[in-house]
DNA sequence: CTAGGATAGTTCTAATTAGAACTAAATGGC
DNA sequence: GCCATTTAGTTCTAATTAGAACTATCCTAG
């Protein structure tokens, strides 16, 4: 969104949005290398060496919207990667896991990814990284912090 | 994509990715109740106060692929908001324009849009705002160059 | 205990995404 | 001038997105 009005913030939202979109083509790039769209690779990351977890649970830690994470754990399920069964203790609940066939796939593609990212982040020691995650999460409140006003 | 392995870096991930999408959730709540999605209010905020532009050009701006832009456009054409040309000097190309229609929203709705967003950054002065910048380019410009590594 | 409200996951819609294939047109080396 | 290569925009596919509607289930106040 450019265009003057000479407002000083225009630059970071540009900057955010910029980085972002770096950042997700130097990882989906390496994702796609094997075979599996983004959102598939997180919930494969997410699902592996853990026993499983609820859909909703899911949903939270990979921030995949429920309508689209069912879409998203059924193709799964369809490459034999995961396999879905039903909660005793609440019976709205689909619990997911990984198959035998998932966690090795884990074991292969995450190390992997894990390197690939690596070379990104060669040049930055802990200090760097661990300013830019304050100078973000500065960010990220103001949103958050601007969203509950706007939502009152 | 959580889960150990205990890499510095993956907790600066996990921030860019939230960051950005609390961005969006904040910059998308507002532009859907102007009528608009996301990459409509893009374009329209490029085109605004511009004579058009091709559609190549408009892609490079607004970071909307080619193929999307196609329907991005097709539906604004739509909505009586832009309209396409041939251009002369190049039978390939498009040119696209904000309408008067389109330009009367656009003053409509930019001013509004900044001022919406210009309550997330009310906290954050300008020595802020530089610094956020220039960590977010640092961290842009690894990606950058990890990807023309990977491209090699 | 009951009923209203909340919730989990699925289904649905309109829009968007990446990227490939395509056609028409432009470019530039020879 | 010719032709191989590149490019602009459209069309297409599979997947994803936000968010709404839905059904079945759970929770809790009265």
Do not use: W
């Not at 075979?35 to 026993?51: E, K, S």
């Not at 949903?59 to 069912?70: A, D, F, M, P, V």
């Not at 609440?90 to 997911?96: H, I």
């Amino acid at each position: 969104m450019p265009n003057a009005f000479r407002e000083p913030f225009l630059p970071l939202i540009r900057e955010l949005v910029r980085t972002y979109q770096a950042f997700e083509a130097y990882s989906n790039a390496h994702v796609r290398e094997l075979g599996l769209t983004p959102p598939q690779f997180d919930v494969i990351a997410t699902l592996g060496n853990t026993p499983g977890m609820s859909c909703k649970e899911l949903s939270e830690r990979t921030l995949i919207t429920k309508g689209t994470l069912t879409g998203v754990i059924d193709r799964l399920a369809d490459k034999g990667l995961v396999g879905r069964q039903a909660l005793a203790e609440d019976r709205r609940s689909v619990f997911v896991a990984l198959t035998d066939a998932g966690q090795t796939l884990f074991d292969t593609v995450f190390p992997a990814h894990l390197a690939h990212m690596r070379q990104a982040f060669a040049a930055f020691d802990n200090d760097d990284l661990a300013r830019q995650i304050a100078e973000l999460a500065a960010l990220r409140r103001a949103f958050g912090t601007a969203m509950e006003h706007y939502k009152r």
